[in-house]
Structure formats: C-alpha cells, structure tokens
C-alpha cells in the first residue's frame, strides 16, 4: 500500500466493488469475456460529463500511436483504456485506492487491452519514475483531494519529457458560495482541497508548465447533469453507472455536484499546458 492520505482512501474504499462491477455487467447483458471500452463506459468515467469529456482530452492531446501516457489518478482506468483502444497509445494509469487498481486490471484484461495498459498503485505524490519519462500526462478530476498542489504538479512535470504536455479536466471553487457536500469526490470538507482556478493556473506555471489551453465547461457539465437527474428521475439508476461506485449517498453526490455548479460555487475546465 502507497504512502497516502488515509482519509482519501477512505473516501473510495468501497466494499465488494468487483462483485458490483460484476453483477452490473450482468444486469446490463454485457458478455464479461468479450469486454469492449464502450461496454465499460458507463462505469469507466467517473467525472463530469462522462465518455465527452474524455474524448475531448484524447483530442487535445493529439496522440499519437507511439506516445507513452501517463494518467495521474486514474480510478478504475477508463481513460487509459479508451486512449489504448482508440489511438493504439501504451498508457500507464496510477492511482491511490488499491481496489480501483485491482478491478481495473481485471476490466483491461477481460477487454484484451492488456499489452498497452497497465496500472499501479501508488501517489501522485511520489511517482514511481526516474525522470522524463512520459509524452503526455493526463488527469482527471484528481487534485481536488490533494491539498499539496505544489508537490501534485511538481511530480507530474518532472516526469514528462521536454516538450510533452500536460492535459487536464479538474473542478474549482469559485472563490464564491462554498460548495454544498457531499460530492463525488468527497463526503465533506475534510478531504476536498479545492482550489480557485486562479490559484491552480499559477501552480501549474510555477513548475514549469506553459498553459496553452484553458477552456471553461460549466454549460456543458449543467447540461449533462440536467440530462442525468431527468434519467434518475424517470427510470432510476441504470444496471452499470458511476453509482455503483459513489456509494450509499451516490444521489446525493451527483445532484449537489450539478448544484454547486450551477449555483456558481464550482467551475469545471479542461486545459493543456507544455514542460518547457
Ligand atoms: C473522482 S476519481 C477520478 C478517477 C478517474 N480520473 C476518472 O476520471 O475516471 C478521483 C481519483 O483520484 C484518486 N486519488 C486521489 N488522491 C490521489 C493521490 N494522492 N494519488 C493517486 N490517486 C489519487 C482517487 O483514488 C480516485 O480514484
């Protein structure tokens, strides 16, 4: 187990989660043993607006079939899987909760994505690399649980090859209205480290990375969420969903996620930056 901050773990550990992963395949009539990333991808996004977003990354990241990619904080590996299956990139996901690592191995193998994908157990705080390793480096919707940003962007550059870039989808205070909790990231306060856009952009430009893209998304993820609660509303959760692995409160999480964005506490953005 990777030195890391408990009440994270704490926050994603969840009981049994391959034994929900495996039942909501089942309820959605999905073969386990001929897995594809668009099977998965009701389970495999676990961010705001979903497969969109993701796909938005994987173009602003122009990938090229020979790039090594790193995604920082990867959960069950969606993304990973989808740049793998897509755009033919070896990408590594690392993530802190053990039981995302291990369930997400087994969705990679059952989807035969094996040879290009693998994920590890570590923190974003002490990645495992030697030096400029990676082309791209990804993440999504990770550094709100992480109150060091400094050392957060700091490890993400410092493995990143001269010239590679940095893409992200990440969630910040508006400096307004506190955020309402619980949310998907966190049950309360203690373990959300969010910070004002402003002060992420200068994190970011303090180690070394160029911002090129920042790109607000808070129309689009109201929009999302509004299609999402209608859902609910109407026919209840589906058989695979992101509620299998938000929990008991996992309503109230998404629903105080589309308040506090359309209520102007939070801001969503996707951005790029370059390593100088
Ligand atoms: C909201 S989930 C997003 C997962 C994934 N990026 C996605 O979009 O599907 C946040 C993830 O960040 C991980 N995480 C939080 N702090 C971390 C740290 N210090 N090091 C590595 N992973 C971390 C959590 O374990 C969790 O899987």
């Not at 090594?68 to 069950?76: A, E, H, K, R, S």
């Not at 409160?249 to 939070?266: C, T």
């Amino acid at each position: 187990m990777p030195q890391g901050d408990d009440r994270v773990t704490r926050q994603y550990q969840i009981g049994d989660l391959w034994q929900k992963i495996e039942a909501g395949l089942e309820a959605a009539g999905k073969d386990i043993n001929s897995l594809t990333v668009d099977d998965l991808a009701p389970i495999d996004e676990f961010h705001t607006r979903g497969r969109a977003a993701t796909s938005e990354l994987a173009a602003m990241a122009q990938l090229k079939p020979s790039d090594l990619v790193l995604d920082v904080g990867c959960g069950l590996g969606g993304t990973a899987r989808y740049l793998a299956a897509h755009y033919q990139s070896r990408v590594t996901g690392i993530d802190l909760t053990e039981a995302y690592i291990s369930a997400g191995t087994k969705l990679t193998d059952f989807a035969g994505l094996g040879d290009r994908v693998e994920l590890l157990c570590c923190s974003a705080l002490d990645l495992p690399y030697e030096g400029e390793w990676f082309d791209i480096v990804l993440t999504q919707h990770v550094q709100m649980n992480i109150a060091d940003k400094h050392r957060f962007y700091t490890e993400i550059a410092r493995v990143l090859k001269p010239g590679g870039r940095f893409i992200f989808h990440d969630v910040f205070s508006t400096g307004g209205a506190p955020p309402l909790y619980p949310v998907p990231w966190a049950d309360d306060a203690s373990v959300s480290a969010l910070v004002t856009e402003a002060q992420a952009r200068t994190a970011i430009e303090a180690v070394g990375l160029q911002v090129a893209q920042w790109i607000g998304k808070v129309q689009e993820s109201v929009k999302f969420f509004e299609r999402v609660i209608a859902r609910i509303e109407a026919k209840g959760h589906p058989p695979l969903g992101i509620h299998l692995i938000l929990g008991d409160n996992a309503e109230d999480k998404i629903r105080n996620h589309a308040r506090n964005l359309s209520q102007n506490r939070l801001s969503v953005v996707v951005g790029s930056a370059r390593k100088q």
